[in-house]
């Protein structure tokens, strides 16, 4: 799929996901009269003045200058929240969302979605309205990202790593240093495990040049939560483009398959040796080493089993594949569906699995140059990110079939021209 393919789905959807706020009308491309001089555009971003920054347009008499956006449209859930109001923070542009969530079994704004909502609304001072479970329309409207400490508890097992995916990008563009305290959900259906969190998704999006802590107090699981991990970052002055095109060699490949409070200790042995044996039925010459583990007693919260596997290149890339047990499932096909995932992200031969392409989109656009990734097929969740990104920061972004690629396998670059975003605190 090329980015021409995915400029003109936005062009067709964007009356519908991306027109002006009626208060003010204003072309899809921002005119000449409300852009920022040349001067201005370059203090503030790292490119020439082809992207004008909102807070710049409103600083020339653009106050009602709002993007609307059409949360039900292409992946039609929680990220198009995450991604837009996140863009929206950073680059100081109100946004009115409406129809959240409006083809899930349960529509509009769920405590997760509420508590990333609320905790960048605190983040930069602003405002946010119809703020409420179950609302299907907010108008968020940012302020300065000031930083500081703060605490967003979703009160359920929703996802602590989705709360880190709307935060993390704000907090590099903020005044002062970070403490999030992000409480709920670490090891939660529907969204990455907080060791993938860790193990793959930090070292990678770290190559954009800042780096965080994530310290895991608790571990808390479905339905209950209770979970607690501590984010703590410093802003930087600006992002550097990634080039993530060569995979190498799979050298390492380990991962631990867990219980938790009551479950007994052999739930977690049988899911470990179920998972060796169904790697090595592809891989034979790489060591195996999956850890079965006990967690302590006063490091989680409620019960719960799962596994996640890894895979480590010698260039430096990393992949996984992960599942969590259910009630009525046994621990050899949890495992199996691990080791299934992770194999299947290794076959393709890109460089990023498919839970972490879409990810990395946010920062690419913010990046200051050409980022490039090989990936396998862009999954829907990516199409959605770069639609988004491309809308609220004018990034460029181009998808195209990999031109070195094997028979047996099937990847993409994803390439994008970020708009060197210059955090003007720092």
């Known amino acids: 799929m090329r980015a021409s393919g995915l ?6 959807l964007v009356r519908r996901c991306c027109t002006r706020f009626p208060a003010r009308r204003v072309s899809a491309r921002t005119p000449a009269s409300a852009r920022a001089s040349p001067a201005e555009s370059t203090a503030v971003t790292g490119r020439s003045p082809n992207f004008t920054p909102p807070r710049a347009a409103a600083a020339e008499g653009m106050a009602e200058y709002m993007l609307e956006i059409d949360g039900s449209i292409m992946e ?11 863009l929206s923070c950073i680059l100081g542009l109100p946004v009115r969302l409406h129809s959240i969530r409006a083809g899930r079994s349960t529509p509009g704004l769920r405590p997760q979605h509420l ?48 709360l880190m995916q709307v935060s993390l990008p704000c907090v590099l563009f903020a005044a002062s240093p970070t403490e999030l305290y992000l409480k709920g959900g670490t090891n939660a259906e529907m969204a990455p495990q907080i060791d993938y969190t860790v193990t ?21 699981y479905y339905p209950r939560g209770g979970g607690e991990v501590v984010v703590r970052t410093s802003p ?22 867990f219980v938790a409070g009551v479950l007994p200790y052999k739930i977690a042995k049988d ?49 996984a594949g992960s599942a969590l047990g259910k009630r009525g499932v046994s621990p050899e096909k949890v495992a199996g569906d691990a080791a299934d995932m992770l194999l299947r992200n290794l076959r393709h031969g890109g460089c990023v699995d498919e839970f972490l392409q879409d990810q990395l989109i946010i920062f690419m656009a913010l990046a200051d140059g050409v980022s490039r ?42 390439e994008c021209q970020g708009i060197g975003l210059i955090n003007p605190h720092v």
């Open 236 to 257: 930087v002055k600006k992002l550097t483009p990634i080039n993530l095109t060569d995979r190498g060699n799979v050298t390492k490949i380990y991962g631990r398959a």
């Open 373 to 414: 990734v090989r990936t396998g097929p862009v999954t829907l969740h990516t199409k959605t990110a770069i639609h988004f990104a491309e809308q609220l920061s004018k990034a460029t972004f181009t998808v195209k079939k990999s031109e070195d690629q094997t028979p047996d396998s099937e990847n993409y670059i994803i």
């Open 76 to 86: 039609g859930g929680g990220q198009i929240l995450r991604v837009s109001t996140s």
């Open 271 to 319: 899911m470990a040796t179920a998972a060796v044996r169904c790697i090595r039925r592809e891989i034979k010459d790489i060591y195996v080493n999956v850890q079965p583990i006990q967690e302590p007693k006063d490091q989680s919260f409620g019960n719960g089993n799962g596994i996640i596997l890894f895979a480590e290149t010698s260039t430096g890339c990393f992949f």
């Open 200 to 220: 793959v998704f930090k070292p990678i999006v770290e190559k954009f040049s800042f780096k965080f802590g994530c310290d895991i107090k608790t571990r808390g």
């Open 7 to 12: 400029r003109l789905l936005s062009l067709v």
């Open 115 to 162: 508590s990333g909502l609320e905790i960048i609304r605190d983040l930069c001072e602003g405002q946010l309205e119809r703020g409420e479970i179950g609302s299907t329309e907010v108008i968020f409207t940012p302020g300065k990202i000031k930083g500081g400490v703060l605490t967003a508890d979703t009160k359920t097992a929703g996802s602590v790593c989705l």
